[in-house]
């Protein structure tokens, strides 16, 4: 092949150089199809192990329980069936801790937005004594854990008697230092005078933010809202020690009402599983491009 | 050094579009080529595809007697400075110019020596430890032409590298890059969208527009003897005034009509234009700024109104109209022209240039160009 | 009059008083409270009655069960936050040049994250059942993954790097986007070839959000609870019993909610101390 090219443009006739051309465009062709078939190879094999935990969930969440007890390979289940979803319903009150779940997580979210921004508009726009100190301690509550506060929390809100209702699940996350770090980075990027000539028309601090700075940041507030929402959902630890009752319990914790030892109850939970993982799964993917759009395109430069 | 061949080369995307179409040049050794033409005439697509980068999708193209279509870019033994440097952040500067070196495997003594010897050259010897971000966008520059030089490659390929830089560095970089032309002798492919670049540097300059090559020639034969009138436009700063007319015959003479005014050609140049048959067309008349003066020939005047006067030092240009046609002129600096004034400009006959206004094309770039196009 | 320069002079904290409001009552004086709790003995209802000084501190660092908790919690960490990084790392670069389909797989990647530990633990609690799971059938083996001490604090770290790899996924993708494309041009005209690329210039280019994200994984991984309380309780023995599960044990089974904050304020400086230190070493490894 070398010797071919090395020739000199004088002694390569016309025939020959179109084969070799065509022989080299198949080659080339080849060999970008099957990079790319590698490539689409390789993914597909990393996406089954990543999401090999969930598949599995759904397989099982529709196999009769007797099926689920054999040593033999039983990935795809015979006799799909929508038995387990109800006697899961049936079981445990899964409705009743979903819309325990969906009032909690929607309550934090829409908190955390207000809250958040309301303080990101301070830290940006306006100017007080202090501010900067203020906004060092903010962002230092970022590094305490939530473990080192729990016991104390606990010990307050159980003073308070609001062990078991939905204050307590939502209070102590009505704001968040990530939050107010992400809009005020937004706010940053804005100039000043948007303010500053909103100020002059005579438009309120209010108004400002509800009518000009959170329609400009939708981007922020939807990555936020995402990202807020999820983690609320899945909140364990916090409605595992401040709820007691069927009637506050949250998908997370109410799950575990079906986490038994008795073997007949597997494909039970995991179709209660399956069905409290679809909301936050489901938006997830609707508001992914959201999240990245919002979260990651700053984040990575700060 | 190498010689670089493009026979019919062509490149078409997926959805149809050809951003190059049957380019064929020969770039001779210890050339320095200049590409040039509008965004989006396919300069760069070229450039890219002699690196390597872009997929060649038709043609043929030689690097010293070696057909490169199907090699990879590090197997085509060339250097190339990106238009935004392209250095890496995390690598020194010195780091940055040797690793070109570093994977071809040569010798730390040897790289150390070429780097050292490169940044002498380039003036940059206290910035070998900096890293790119603690760098000003000319001495970016200058480490994008350093790790170029290293490389000691046959062929350096250079895509619009001063587009970045403020006019007055511009302007600096452009001379030293004429001299480390002459100081390496390497052949050089250039690309740039700025005539004045392309002027100042090229021994040999391609103007593109859609994909298509205009024109190759020597800077001052481009300048002189356009082939059509998108490269008359092209070249030259102001552009050429482009006045469209209607040619009238009165007796012997001709007159070149636009609005109430004409221009009035006698002669060889009168009999030449009757041959052609133009009597009775349309005619579009390119004449340069520069080749307006305040006095001349009777007939060869125009009249026109000053919009604006620029006062350059060395030269004032007047912008305006007449007949509601723009045109500009570049006078003395001792012209007593005001804006708002009606002065008649005399045009230089010898340097008119004629395009058919249907096609566009200079009617006599055949019989009075010598270019090799 | 006076009134308008009221709302001027106070106006603007007016705006961070909620926030504030709720960092203060549940994280300034519920973090010092717990200072304040880890020098005491308290009763069953977590009052504070006699007051020990360092001794809770001194009870921890002589008793064999902590040094466990931080020693499985060390190896832990590390298993989790090396096997998440290489998870995100992994599928970030598979992600990085478009194909047909990417958008699958890249929501794919980034799915973990949108998962609740509690209810990723009873899934895997399945796949690792001994008999019907899926694990040992795939892999023909007969291990009791749960239940044997060798391997439980193993399978709670997969799963918590399972859970973490989402999120390691979107900030690496966002970290590959931002390296200029025209750098690798640089490269394979220089004559790179994609192993050397991958080295000198993808890992490179990564090492600013990679510091990051290093950070945040430490920090959250420090934090696993509901995957070790669904899976394995601390056990079998004590062989899982991070000090999350640990301080949730003692304060709310043992009610020694002294010791339990005692051991909160550990886990705290040792975040705190890990935090500082690689900002140390960031500001001498990273210099752009």
Known sequence: MENIIAKSPEHISREELIALQKLENQKAKIKRRSETGILIGANVVMAILILLPLLYAISIAFMPSSELFTTAMNLIPQHPTLENFHQALVKVPLVRFVINSFVVAACITFGQIISCSLAAFSFSFLEFKGKNILFMIVMATMMIPGEATIISNYLTVSGWKWLDSYQVLIVPYLTSAMGIFLFRQFYMSFPISLYESAKIDGCSNIRFIFRILLPLTKSAIGAMAVYTFINAWNMYMWPLLVTGSNELRTVQIGIGMLDSVDSQSITLMIAGVVMIILPSISIFIVGQKQLIRGMFSGAVKG | MASVSLVNICKSYNNGFQAVKNFNLKVEEGEFLILVGPSGCGKSTTLRMIAGLDEISDGELWIKDRLVNFLKPQERNLSMVFQNYALYPHMTVYQNMAFGLKVHGIDKDEIDKRVKHAAEILEISHLLDRRPNALSGGQKQRVAIGSVIVRQADLLLMDEPLSNLDAK?????????????????????????????????????????????????????????????FVAGFIGSPTMNFIETIVYRVGNELQLKFGNQYIQVKGLLAKRLLNMDYEGRELTVGIRPEDFHLEGEEGTDIEMEIDVREMLGAEILIHGESEKTPISAKLPPESKVRAGERVKLYADIAELKLFDAETGVNIFYAQNGNGEA | ???????????????????????????????????????????????????????????????????????????????????????????????????????????????????????????????????????????????????????????????????????????????????????????????????????????????????????VNIIQAFQSFGQVKVLTQGGPGESTNLIVYSIYRDAFFNFRFGSAAAQSVILFALIMCLTLVMFKVEKKGVQY
């Open chain 3, 1 to 215: 009059m006076k009134d308008k320069s009221l709302i001027k002079r106070f106006g603007a904290y007016g705006y961070v008083v909620p926030a504030m409001l709720v960092f203060a009552v549940f994280l300034f004086y519920p973090f010092f409270k717990t200072i304040y709790l880890s020098m005491y003995k308290t009763n069953k209802m977590g009052e504070a009655k006699l007051f020990v000084g360092l001794g809770n501190y001194i009870d921890l660092l002589t008793s064999k069960s902590f040094y466990n908790s931080i020693a499985v919690t060390v190896i832990f960490v590390l298993i989790v936050v090396t096997g998440s990084m290489l998870l995100g790392l992994i599928a970030a670069v598979l992600c990085n040049k478009t194909f047909p389909g990417i958008r699958f797989f890249s929501t794919a990647y980034a799915l973990p994250m949108a998962i609740a530990s509690s209810s990723a633990a009873m899934i895997f609690k399945i796949m690792l059942h001994p008999s019907i799971g899926i694990v040992n059938k795939l892999l023909h083996l007969d291990i009791n993954w749960i239940n044997d001490p060798k391997y439980a604090l193993v399978c709670v770290a997969v799963l918590t790097a399972w859970l973490n790899s989402g999120i390691n996924f979107l900030y690496f993708s966002a970290g590959l986007s931002n390296i200029d494309e025209s750098i690798y041009e640089r490269a394979s005209v220089d004559g790179a070839n994609e192993v050397q690329k991958f080295f000198q210039l993808t890992l490179p280019g990564l090492s600013p959000i990679m510091f990051y994200t290093l950070v």
């Open chain 2, 169 to 229: 560095l511009r302007s600096q970089m452009r001379v030293e890059l004429a001299k480390l032309h002459q100081k390496l002798g390497a052949t050089i492919i250039y690309v740039t969208h700025d005539q004045v670049e392309a002027m100042t540097l090229g021994t040999r300059i391609v103007v593109m527009k859609d994909g298509e090559i205009q024109q190759a020639d020597k800077p001052a034969e481009l300048y002189r003897n356009p082939v059509n009138q």
